[in-house]
C-alpha cells in the first residue's frame, strides 16, 4: 500500500514548511504559534509511526529509496534512504519534537523574544535533523550536516541564558572546524571513489583505495564526528551549549543533534573505510573509555544543574563509542539502542531540570535544596529520569548498556572492565544531584518562590507522560525496536569485515571452541 509512497521526502519537507507557516504568523500570536507548530510536528509523528509500520524488518537494507536530480555535473543527488539505525533516529526525532515543544510553550518572553521565531528554528531544526538521517547521497548528508548549525545557533544565542553569544559562537566555530575536515575528505572520496556521491556505489568503490589514503580519508569523518557526538577531547563545547540553551532545546541538543556523530561513525566511516575503521578502532575505543571516566568525574563536581546534565551525556556517548567499535552483534546492536535511550532518557532529564530551573530561576545546586517537600511530584520525576540516565534495571538505558558491555567484554574485556567504573561514577553524580536538590533540608529561600508552590501542571504531565511510557516499555521488552536494528548491524559489521567471537561452551571442566 506505502511501497511507492515518497516518505523520507516528505517528512524531510514537512518541518520546513511548518517553520515558514510559523515565521509568518504575526508577533503577538504567540499562542496560535506554539499551537501550529505543536500540531505540525505532530503530523510529523503520525507520518513517522506510519513509515515505522511500512518498514520490512527482513526487507532489504535500504528502504523507502527515492533519489532525485540535483547536480548532475558532480553525481550529486537528493537521494534518500533508510536502514533501521536510521529508521529508529527518525523515530526518535519525530517523538521528541512534539514533546519539546509542548515542554517549551512558556519559555519565550514575549516581552523581549517572538515566540513563532523561537518555535519555527524549532520545527527548522526539525527539518535539518529529518535530512541528515535520511540521507543516502554523501553530498547530501554534508549538506545537512553543516546547515542544521544555522536553527540551534539562533536558538542559543538568541533564546538561551547566561553566557549565550559564547556558548552560540563555540558551538558553531567547533562544528564548522569539524565540518572543514569532513569535507576535505568528501572531495577526496568524490575523487577517489568515481566521482560519485552515491553511497552504495562510494562503498564497492573505496575498497580499491590505497589504505593509508583510506585512513587518511577515515581521520577526517571521525574528527567531524567525534566533535558532534562529542567525544574526549572534542567536548568541551557541550557542557557550555547545554548550560545556556533553553532546556527544551538543549534535551534537543544531546538527545538527538550529538546522535548525528554517532551515527556517522557506524553509516559512513565503518562501511566506507572497513580497514580503516580497524586500523583505527583501539584508539577510538581509548578515546571512549577515557571520556566515560573524565566525564563521570566532572559531572560529580558540577554545581550548575544543566552542565551536570551535559558532562553526563558525554560519559554516555563514551558507552555508544565502545559499542561502536567494539564489532560485535551484541555491542552494535546496544550502541544503536543506547542512541534512542539516551535520547529518551536526557531528554527527559534536561526537561525535569528545565522545570526546576524555570521555577526557581537560578540552575545553581546551591539555590535548591529540599525542592521535594513543595513539588513532590515534579521531585519524583526528576528521581526517575535521574535512575533512568545511571541505567536502572527496568529502564531502557540498561538494556543498551548491558549490551555494549556484555558485548564489548567479549572481545576487549580491559575496555569494559574500565567503562564498568562510569556506571559506579554514574550512581555518584546522579544521586548527589538529587539529593542536593531534592531531598534533606528545605531551603528558606525556596518557600519565598512563588513558582516553587507548583507542582505538575497537566501540560507538563502531558510532557514527562510518554517518555517515562517509552522509558518503562523499552527497559522491559526492548525487541520491537532491536528487531529493527540488528540487521542493519549485521550488515555493517559485514562491510567492516568482522564476525562476532565463536561462544565458548564449557564441558567436563574444559573450555573449549
Known amino acids: ?215 587518511w580519508l577515515f581521520l577526517g569523518f571521525f574528527v567531524a564526528f567525534a566533535i558532534k557526538a562529542p567525544f574526549f577531547p572534542f567536548h568541551t563545547w557541550l557542557p557550555d551549549s547545554g548550560g545556556a540553551a533553553p532546556a527544551g532545546a538543549a534535551a534537543l541538543l544531546v538527545g538527538v543533534m550529538d546522535k548525528v556523530g554517532t551515527f556517522g561513525l557506524l553509516r559512513y566511516c565503518l562501511s566506507l573505510f572497513p580497514e580503516a575503521s580497524r586500523w583505527f578502532a583501539p584508539a577510538a575505543m581509548a578515546l571512549a573509555v577515557i571520556g566515560i571516566i573524565y566525564a563521570s568525574l566532572l559531572a560529580v563536581g558540577q554545581k550548575d544543574l544543566k552542565r551536570l546534565v551535559s558532562y553526563t551525556s558525554i560519559a554516555h556517548f563514551g558507552f555508544i563509542g565502545i559499542g561502536i567499535f567494539a564489532f560485535t552483534t551484541q555491542a552494535g546492536t546496544g550502541a544503536v539502542l543506547y542512541m534512542v535511550n539516551h535520547g529518551l532518557a536526557t531528554g527527559l532529564l534536561f526537561i525535569v531540570v528545565g522545570m526546576f530551573v524555570a521555577r526557581r530561576g537560578s540552575a545553581l545546586v546551591s539555590d535548591f535544596g529540599g525542592a521535594g517537600k513543595l513539588v513532590p511530584v515534579l521531585a519524583g520525576v526528576l528521581f526517575f529520569a535521574g535512575l533512568a540516565s545511571l541505567a536502572l534495571p527496568g529502564t531502557a538505558p540498561f538494556v543498551s548498556e548491558f549490551l555494549v558491555l556484555i558485548g564489548t567484554f567479549s572481545v576487549h574485556k580491559g575496555y569494559a572492565v574500565v567503562a564498568t567504573l562510569g556506571i559506579i561514577l554514574a550512581a555518584a553524580y546522579v544521586l548527589w544531584m538529587i539529593q542536593r536538590t531534592t531531598q534533606g533540608t528545605l531551603n528558606p529561600a525556596l518557600a519565598e518562590v512563588p513558582a516553587m508552590s507548583k507542582d505538575l501542571s497537566l501540560r507538563e504531565k502531558f510532557v514527562v507522560a510518554p517518555l517515562i511510557a517509552l522509558l518503562l516499555v523499552l527497559g522491559f521488552y526492548p525487541k520491537p525496536v532491536t528487531d529493527v536494528i540488528n540487521p542493519a548491524v549485521q550488515a555493517t559489521l559485514q562491510d567492516v569485515g568482522t564476525t562476532d567471537p565463536a561462544p565458548t561452551v564449557v564441558a567436563d571442566g574444559k573450555a573449549g571452541g
Do not use: C
Request: net charge negative; glycine share 6%; no cysteine.
Open 1 to 215: 500500500m506505502f511501497d511507492e509512497f515518497p516518505f523520507l521526502s516528505v517528512l524531510t519537507v514537512l518541518p520546513l514548511v511548518g517553520a515558514a507557516v510559523v515565521a509568518f504568523i504575526p508577533r503577538a500570536k504567540a499562542e496560535l504559534a506554539k499551537i501550529v507548530a505543536l500540531a505540525w510536528s505532530l503530523v510529523v509523528l503520525v507520518l513517522s509511526v506510519v513509515m515505522w509500520l511500512a518498514f520490512t524488518i527482513d526487507g532489504d537494507r535500504f528502504q523507502f529509496h527515492e533519489s532525485y536530480a540535483w547536480i548532475p555535473t558532480w553525481d550529486a543527488r537528493f537521494t534518500f534512504a533508510a536502514d533501521g539505525i536510521a529508521l529508529v533516529m527518525l523515530m526518535l526525532i519525530a517523538i521528541l519534537f512534539p514533546v519539546v515543544i509542548l515542554a517549551s510553550w512558556n519559555d519565550v518572553d514575549q516581552s523581549r523574544r517572538s515566540a513563532p521565531a523561537y518555535f519555527a528554528l524549532l520545527l527548522s531544526f526539525e527539518f535539518t535533523m529529518i535530512g541528515v538521517f535520511a540521507a543516502a547521497d554523501v553530498f547530501l548528508f554534508y549538506v545537512f550536516f553543516e546547515i542544521m548549525l544555522i536553527p540551534m545557533y539562533f536558538i542559543i544565542g538568541s533564546f538561551g541564558t547566561g553566557q549565550k553569544q559564547y556558548a552560540a559562537v563555540k558551538f558553531f566555530l567547533y562544528s564548522l572546524v569539524g565540518g572543514l575536515f569532513m569535507l576535505a575528505s568528501v572531495i577526496g572520496l568524490w575523487v577517489l571513489g568515481g566521482r560519485t556521491f552515491d553511497f552504495t556505489k562510494l562503498a564497492e568503490a573505496t575498497a580499491s583505495i590505497d589504505p593509508n589514503t583510506a585512513r
